[in-house]
């Protein structure tokens, strides 16, 4: 497999990240996942615009929409796949450990993919979440590479048999730890709205594009652990889950326990926006 780092494309054994690389230290710098179905990227506009919010947003200068557009048609031409996801970080640089900003140190992309088999999510009945405390800092909306709270809770929620961890600020049901979450009540669908407390995830707008393309009632409003409890369905978002229905959160069945009338449909019409892509 052919990757990237730092201004070269090379095999994945042959890449040396340098140490000094303030991703390494800090885990100062941003990310994006974008997936690819038959050969072509799902909603790829919508991924680099939300990247370079992110790289806005923390201040990183000197990185150009075309070298990022550049650095994926190189990785898309050189790797062989046709269904699978592109990952992409950009470091504020290389530079002696020290807090405050490099000058005068450009950015530093790196960047490679890999396959994803099938669209698990359509074909599983349903996943077990729990819920845990967001602890996250007030920038949710920056896709951030500092993860370690997502990390603890995503390991705490796969240590009791769990798919994700769901979590909640003083009850208020926020996100999971790479994923959005809904949940369906008297057939209205609702969210957390897309504020500093969430990252507004691309599958959640696919999914609210979908929601009014069905006519679907929505609310963007934020919902409690004893509404999620309560909800008639579950499912969660992310690029590579696409919509996943959940069946069951802290061990207590959501709804009848079964996939959802409403999980079902939007699956399904998520699905031809992806299957689409071939045909384009
Ligand atoms: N929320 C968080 C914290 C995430 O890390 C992710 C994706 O990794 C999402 C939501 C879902 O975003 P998207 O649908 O753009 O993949």
Redesign the pocket.
């Known amino acids: 497999k052919i990757s990237y780092y730092n201004g070269e494309f090379k095999q994945d054994a042959d890449i040396s990240i340098d140490y000094n690389d303030r991703a390494f230290y800090f885990g100062d710098g941003v990310y994006e996942?974008i997936r690819l179905y038959n050969g072509v990227f799902y909603t790829l506009e919508a991924h680099i615009d939300r990247l370079f919010r992110s790289i806005e947003k923390i201040g990183i200068k000197g990185i150009e929409r075309n070298e990022i557009m550049e650095i994926i048609a190189g990785l898309q031409q050189q790797n062989q796949i046709s269904n699978g996801y592109i990952y992409l970080q950009v470091s504020r640089g290389i530079d002696g450990r020290n807090h405050s900003f490099p000058v005068n140190t450009p950015p530093v992309v790196m960047a490679y993919m890999n396959t994803i088999e099938s669209s698990a999510a359509q074909n599983e009945e349903g996943a077990a979440i729990i819920t845990s405390e967001d602890y996250r800092w007030l920038k949710?909306d920056i896709k951030s590479l500092n993860l370690l709270p997502?990390v603890l809770e995503k390991q705490r929620a796969v240590e009791q048999g769990a798919k994700e961890a769901v979590l909640h600020r003083n009850g208020t049901v926020t996100?999971?730890?790479?994923?959005?979450v809904f949940i369906v009540k008297e057939g209205t669908l609702y969210t957390h709205p897309a504020d500093n407390l969430?990252?507004n995830?691309?599958?959640?707008l696919s999914v609210l594009e979908i929601a009014d393309e069905l006519e679907v009632p929505v609310k963007e409003e934020s919902f409690t652990l004893a509404d999620l409890a309560a909800a008639d369905e579950v499912f969660i978002?992310?690029?590579t889950l696409e919509v996943l229905a959940v069946d069951s959160v802290d061990g207590q069945a959501v709804g009848e326990g079964l996939k959802g009338p409403m999980t079902m449909r939007i699956q399904e019409a998520f699905q031809k926006k992806t299957q689409k892509l071939n045909m384009s």
């Open positions: 996942v949710c997502n996100e999971g730890t790479s994923t959005n969430i990252l995830g691309i599958t959640r978002t992310s690029t």
